[in-house]
């Protein structure tokens, strides 16, 4: 099992900048990946961004070049910095972990409101 915590989010101006973080704990020892969904009001949840173990990262068309996803394995958090961010970035995100045999980890979600 493995647990994800997450923290940031937040209301922001359109143009604006937030710093979402996500720890995890537990088996962590079989993650091969990390990273970010959201689900936006009335929308199906959708990928944000992804960095597995190997490090190359995986953005959607919609935030290439304005977000940002890292990780640290030493402190075993990944972190999502979203600079220029757009009303249509209004969502609930969602820390992703995948581990073990194909297993998916959710974190609790946590709310990002772009507005003026």
């Known amino acids: 099992q493995v647990q994800l915590v997450e923290s940031g989010g937040g209301l922001v101006q359109p143009g604006g900048s937030l710093r979402l973080s996500c720890r995890a704990s537990?088996?962590?020892?079989?993650?091969?990946?990390m990273g970010w969904y959201r689900r936006a009001p009335g929308k199906q949840r959708e990928l944000v961004a992804t960095i597995p173990n190997d490090g190359t990262r995986n953005y959607a068309d919609s935030v290439k070049g304005r977000f940002t996803i890292s990780r640290d394995a030493m402190k075993n958090t990944v972190d999502l910095q979203m600079n220029r961010l757009k009303p249509d970035d209004t969502a609930v995100y969602y820390c992703y972990a995948g581990a073990g045999t194909w297993d998916q980890y959710w974190g609790q979600g946590t709310q990002v409101t772009v507005s003026s």
């Open positions: 537990g088996s962590i020892f079989t993650i091969y990946e």
